[in-house]
C-alpha cells in the first residue's frame, strides 16, 4: 500500500511489524485443516509457549484458564461460521500470573488465504483488572447501601423500646443517626478531607460504636477497653469498614439485635502485631454459618489481609460471636 507525496509512506512487512510492536500486537495464524496454530515472536513471549514452530490449539489450551476453557474452545469453534469481526476476551496461565487475553479476528472464512485464517492477540490484563476494581467497588458500595437501610431500622426499634414518648424517640433516634453519620464518614471519607491524621484507637472505635450504646439513657451495653494505640490516617478508613461491618451484623442477628445483649472489645499489643478481641453475649442463639461466604465477610478478610497486614477468626461458643482481629502494628500506625 503506497501514496505519492513528498513524505510518501509504504506499508511493506518491516513497517508493519514496527506498528504492531507500537500498538502491542501480537499475530497468529490458525490452519483450520491441521489444526496447527503459527505465532509471532510477541505472541510466543505472551503465552509463554515453546519455540520452534507451530503449535495445536489444544497446546495453547493447556495455557488458559479452566474457569475460562470451554467458553473459549466454543467460541472460536463458531467463529467460521460468524459473520464479520469477532472479540473473545479470556484467561490464560502465564507461570504464576494470570493475563487476560483478547482473541481478534474476521469471521466466516473472511480473509482466509490457503485454508489459513489470520488474527490477533491484545494483552488486556490492565483493562480487566480496572474494570474488575471498578465492579468491586460498585458491589461494595451497594452492599454499603443495604446495610445502612438495615441499620437505620434496627436503630429505629432500638429506640422504640427505649422510650416512652414520641418525642423521646426522635431526639434519641436522631442522636443515633447522627453518631452513624460520623462512624461512616470514617468509613468513607468525604473528598477533600484531610485522611493523613492518627488517632486514638479508643477514640476510634467509641465514635463506630456510640450509635448501638446502650438502650436507657446513661447505661452502656457496649465496653470498649484498649491501651493508648494511634492508628494512622491510611489505616483509619480500613479499620472503620470492619468494625462497621461486625457492628452491623451484630445489630442485625447478634447480641446489639436484642434490648439485653452486650459487646466487650478488648485490645492487646505486642512487639509486631496489635490484636482486638470483640465478643458479644446475651444476644440470640448463634451458630458457625454454613454454606457460601458472604460479601461483607469477603470484604472485612481482604481488607484484614490487604490493607492491615492481618487476619480476622471467629469463634461460635454459646453465649455469643467472639471475632479476634489481628492487625500488623506497623501497617495500623501507618
Not at 23 to 51: C, K, P, Q, Y
Not at 115 to 127: N, P, S, W, Y
Request: charged share 20%; net charge neutral.
Amino acid at each position: 500500500m503506497s501514496w505519492q507525496g513528498s513524505s510518501a509512506l509504504v506499508w511493506d512487512a518491516e513497517r508493519l511489524r514496527i506498528a504492531a510492536d507500537a500498538a502491542g500486537i501480537a499475530l497468529w495464524s490458525w490452519n483450520v485443516d491441521t489444526d496447527e496454530i503459527a505465532l509471532d515472536e510477541r505472541a510466543h513471549e505472551l503465552w509463554g509457549m515453546r519455540r520452534g514452530g507451530p503449535v495445536t490449539f489444544e497446546e495453547m489450551s493447556s495455557r488458559i484458564h479452566p474457569a475460562d476453557l470451554e467458553r473459549v474452545k466454543k467460541a472460536f469453534q463458531a467463529t467460521r461460521a460468524m459473520t464479520g469481526a469477532y472479540e473473545i476476551d479470556f484467561r490464560i496461565l502465564h507461570g504464576d500470573a494470570v493475563r487476560w487475553i483478547s482473541a481478534r479476528g474476521q469471521g466466516g472464512d473472511i480473509g482466509i488465504v490457503g485454508r489459513i485464517m489470520f488474527g490477533v492477540f491484545l494483552d488486556v490484563t490492565e483493562r480487566k483488572q480496572a474494570e474488575e476494581t471498578r465492579e468491586m467497588a460498585a458491589g461494595e458500595m451497594s452492599h454499603r447501601v443495604k446495610n445502612l437501610f438495615s441499620i437505620a431500622s434496627a436503630l429505629t426499634a432500638v429506640s422504640a423500646r427505649s422510650t416512652a414518648t414520641t418525642t423521646e424517640m426522635a431526639r434519641d433516634l436522631t442522636q443515633r443517626l447522627t453518631s452513624l453519620g460520623r462512624a461512616h464518614e470514617l468509613v468513607r471519607p468525604v473528598p477533600g478531607q484531610v485522611e493523613n491524621k492518627a488517632a486514638s484507637l479508643g477514640d476510634l472505635l467509641s465514635i463506630l460504636l456510640a450509635p448501638y450504646s446502650g438502650d436507657t439513657p446513661g447505661s452502656s451495653r457496649i465496653q470498649v477497653n484498649v491501651p493508648e494505640v494511634r492508628v494512622g490516617g491510611t489505616a483509619i478508613t480500613t479499620l472503620a469498614l470492619v468494625v462497621h461491618e461486625l457492628a452491623t451484623n451484630s445489630i442485625k442477628y447478634g447480641a446489639l439485635s436484642v434490648a439485653g445483649g452486650a459487646l466487650d472489645v478488648k485490645c492487646s499489643t505486642h512487639e509486631d502485631e496489635v490484636v482486638v478481641v470483640w465478643t458479644e453475649r446475651g444476644g440470640p442463639p448463634v451458630t458457625a454459618p454454613n454454606g457460601t461466604t458472604g460479601y461483607g465477610s469477603k470484604l472485612v478478610s481482604r481488607s484484614m489481609s490487604g490493607q492491615l497486614g492481618g487476619a480476622i477468626s471467629f469463634d461460635w461458643p454459646a453465649s455469643g460471636m467472639v471475632a479476634t482481629l489481628r492487625m500488623s502494628r506497623a501497617r495500623l500506625g501507618v
